[in-house]
C-alpha cells in the first residue's frame, strides 16, 4: 500500500505510460493533485505533460513543435534530440494547441466502414461512474454476412457493482452504450461484466485473452456477468445449444444434467475461495426445475470463507432451479 502521508510535500511524477483516471484518482483525492505526466519517446525525448486534474489534454514542452498528420497519428517536427519523428500515436488537437492521445495505429479499427479508436472508447468508458476499468476489442464476422462488431470487458467500480445488483445487466448495458453514443456512431454490441479484467503476468490485457470472454464453449456456460458483492458472487449465465451435456440427455427435450450444474457452482466456487476444486461433500442439494438449452441463469454464491462452505442457488428468472451447499476440505483434513 502506498504511503501518501510520506508523499504530503513531494511532487510527484510518471513517465513510461499513461495513467489511467483510475490510477491518478487516489493522488487527487489524498494529494489534491495527480501526478505530473511526461509524454514521450526514445527517439525524440520528452515531449509534452500534463495534470489530469487540471486537463485530459497534453500540453507540449518548450522548444518542442509537433503535428498531426493526415493519418491522425502525431508527427514530431522538433524535439529536445533534435529529431523529426513520426509516432504511431493517435492525435486530437484541441483549438488552445494541446492534444489528446487517441491509442496506438494498431488500435484504430473499422467498422462497418467507420473508423473507431478503441482507446478512446475504452477511455470513455473509464470516465463513467459505473466503470472501474474497461478493455474494448474487435470481434471478426464469423461468417461472410455476419458483420465486424465492437466488444467490450468491463469492471464495474463499487458504484457500478452496487447498480447492477439494483437494476441488472440490460439496464447498465443500456446506460453504457448510451453514453458512448454521445460520442460515436459505433458502440459495443457484446459486454462482459468481471470482477477484474484478465490481465496476464506482465499487467497487459492481450487481445486473444480478451476474445475468449466471449468464446461459445461446447462444455461451459457464457459467463455475461461476473460481480462481487461482499461475501456473494453473482453471475448471468447464457446456456448454449451446443453444450454437449445436452445430448442423449433426453433427446426428445433436452435438459441440463443436474451433475453439471453441480460441477460449474464448484469451480466457480473453487475460484472465489481461493481453493482446489477438494471437496469434502456436497449438501442439501435440490432441484426443483429443469434448465433447457439457451436457458439465461442467474447464479449467486455465499461464500464463508471462515467455514469453508459456499452455498449456491441457481435461477431462471425468479423461479430456483436448483441448489445446495458446497464444503471444501479443509488444509491438512
Known sequence: ????????????????????????RPYIERLGCAPEEIYGCTEAGAL?????????????????????NDDASLAVLASPRGASFHTQDTVRFDSDGRFHLLGRMDRI???DDKRVSLTEVEGRLAGHPFVGQ????????????????????????????????????????????????????????????????????????????????FEVSELRPEVFSEIVDGKRVCFDLH??????????HFPSMPILPGV???????????????RSSDVATVQRLKFMAPVRPD???????????????????????????????????????
Open 1 to 24: 500500500m502506498l504511503d501518501f502521508d510520506a508523499l504530503a510535500s513531494t511532487r510527484v511524477f510518471s513517465a513510461g505510460g499513461v495513467l489511467s483516471a483510475d490510477v491518478a
Open 48 to 68: 509534452a505533460w500534463r495534470r489530469q486534474d487540471r486537463h485530459a489534454s497534453w500540453t507540449v514542452l518548450p522548444g518542442v513543435e509537433v503535428m498531426q
Open 109 to 111: 479499427v473499422k467498422i
Open 134 to 213: 474497461a478493455a474494448v476489442v474487435k470481434l471478426s464476422g464469423e461468417t461472410a454476412r455476419s458483420r465486424d462488431r465492437l466488444a467490450a470487458v468491463i469492471e464495474l467500480s463499487e458504484t457500478g457493482s452496487q447498480a447492477w445488483i439494483e437494476h441488472g445487466r440490460l439496464a447498465m448495458t443500456r446506460q453504457l452504450t448510451q453514453c458512448l453514443s454521445e460520442h460515436f456512431t459505433v458502440t459495443p454490441r457484446r459486454w462482459r461484466f468481471r470482477a477484474a479484467l484478465p490481465f496476464d503476468e506482465r499487467g497487459k490485457l492481450p487481445a486473444h485473452v480478451l476474445m475468449r470472454e
Open 239 to 248: 446456456i448454449p445449444t451446443a453444450l454437449v451435456h445436452f445430448a442423449g
Open 260 to 274: 453439471v450444474q453441480v460441477d460449474w457452482a464448484i469451480g466457480f466456487a473453487s475460484r472465489h475461495m481461493n
Open 295 to 333: 436457458a439465461l441463469l442467474s447464479l449467486v454464491l455465499d461464500c464463508d470463507h471462515e467455514h469453508a462452505r459456499v452455498r449456491f442457488e441457481y435461477r431462471l428468472e425468479d423461479r430456483a432451479c436448483a441448489s445446495g451447499v458446497i464444503v471444501f476440505r479443509s488444509a491438512g483434513a
